[in-house]
């Protein structure tokens, strides 16, 4: 066994030809240079550079994957190593990966009349709707009940390394949906966020089953309506009796709607440093963490920013289920406008934010100076969500407020905001003039 030579600052010199040898296709002589500048026994991020780069110039697949899980051990979130072992396993297409400071532009592709999945009753044809219940198809003419048909699927999460690495992270739903109806022959141009449509001739009902997996992402779950519309106007009406705001006002526009959410597994190390006092001195401070956040919620659309941020971390996920294109009918449901790989950003910093007021409200002693380091924190795992929302706008004179409230529960939201001054309405409210 060869003994490790003690490192020194010229040493790198051969990290550097050896990747620079690796860059113009050169493998032997990279491997040379990189193999020998191992046994030189450098600093450990300099180590797993010379080792992602011998990877690449092994000759053999068993030594290329041998590599990689070296660094792996060392580091479980080094991205270039994981990526490089999805492309080992077969999950990743290299001819996929794109370059994240060149996008490619977005192509509108046009989904035709043979993806849309249509619901009637077997009794009498007329138009079938998913009841609230979650649990079954409602025909609106004969009553007749019938049992949605189980897929066998269960939730399942995408892997968010192999999304950013290719177009799949950074695109928004763009595809052009031509739809023909097929009970009355009218064709339709849907809007590219819309899952489901209602033909306005027949009233038949649609939902859009995409098969283009270039551009859009389909839900992963899905949490079915449980409340009913005049469920969810009581609970309109009884928020509006308790305010305490003059004058009159009304609702419009109440619907029921699916909105989309991401979720992302995030895990790996945080770094920290701060400053502690004891004695009246200040002393440094400094550890590593390990981390997991499951199911960190971003909404997937841009609408309503105000409110989207409570709203959807109002839903309990216990509730969550596969999801399945008929718990869209008689539903409208919205696609992401918000790509995977923004979103991901928005949750970074949720557990950033989190893992930082941890630090605060674990020290009892008086601490400064707190700094934490996310280089090693990763997006493990992601999905789409939809969730069900009843959504209003309450109409005050010329002022129009959104109000959305929780499809799930009840919980209600609004940008709405009660005068100091003032009593409750003393009038009911009208139902649309």
Known sequence: MKKPISYSPHSRDLLVHGIASAKVGEKQLAYRYLERYLYQDPPVKEQIDAMYYLSLVSPTEAEQRNWIEKILAMDPTEGRARRQLAILDGELDEEKIIDPDRLPGQTTFQVEAGELDRFVCPQCGGRMTFAPDGLSLLCENCETKSLRKKSGRRIEEENFLIALAT?????????????????CGAEFIIPPQQLTWQCPFCESNYTVVHKEEREILLPGAIIPFHLTEPMAYQYLIKWWQTSESPGEGKFEALQG???????FDIGGFIDWQLEEMENRQWYLQSSTKTIFHDDVRVPATRKCPGLMNELINSFDFNGLVPFEDQYLANWMAESYDRPAGDAAISARKVVLD?????????????IRNLQLNTRRVTVE????????????????????FPVMINGQNGKLFSTFQEEEEGGWFSKMLRWRD
Do not use: F
């Open 167 to 183: 177009g799949q992270g950074h695109s928004r739903a763009v595809n052009t949906q031509i739809s023909l109806c097929v009970g």
């Open 257 to 263: 709607i699916y909105l989309p959410m991401w979720t």
């Open 354 to 366: 989190a893992e930082h007021q941890n630090l605060l409200d674990e020290n009892i002693k008086p």
């Open 381 to 400: 795992q992601y999905k789409l969500v939809l969730v069900p929302v009843w959504s209003a706008m309450l109409v005050l004179g010329a002022e129009r």
